[in-house]
Nanobody, 130 residues
Framework: QVRLRQSGETWIQSGGSLRLSCEAR????????AAWFRQSPGKERQGISC???????????NYADAVKGRFIISRDNANGLVHLLMNNLKPEDTGVYFC????????????????????WGQGTWVNVSS
């Protein structure tokens, strides 16, 4: 069965750090670009970061302005994992975080169109209290 499995929900205080993990089951994450999306309460789901699948070249990474400089996306291909390290968390970072993977992108990635991602995790609730 092809799926993405995410780490569990977390409640954390403002200013803290948290790493989310996403594990590929049934396919090789190394062959896929990956992204993290966030759906905050009362808002639509939005892309916040992505990482390409470079073959012989470095993976590209992209970040939304709201998280740039605080969040870091990375991959561990040997273990089929994609991580999102979130630093200096703020209450506005509260929401459900989804990881996603696609085979349609290569070294460069984009999170503008979630329809390009065919594999999705179940979502992880992150609550940041002030």
């Amino acid at each position: 069965q092809v799926r993405l499995r995410q780490s569990g929900e977390t409640w954390i205080q403002s200013g803290g750090s948290l790493r989310l993990s996403c594990e590929a089951r049934g396919f090789h994450m190394a062959n896929f670009a990956a992204a993290w999306f966030r759906q905050s309460p009362g808002k639509e789901r939005q892309g916040i970061s992505c990482i390409g699948r470079g073959v012989g070249v470095p993976d590209s990474t992209n970040y939304a302005d709201a998280v740039k400089g605080r969040f870091i996306i990375s991959r561990d291909n040997a273990n089929g994992l994609v991580h999102l390290l979130m630093n200096n968390l703020k209450p506005e970072d509260t929401g459900v975080y989804f990881c996603a993977a696609t085979s349609s992108m290569s070294a460069d990635c984009s999170y503008d169109n979630d329809g390009e991602y065919g594999h999705w995790g179940q979502g992880t609730w992150v609550n940041v209290s002030s």
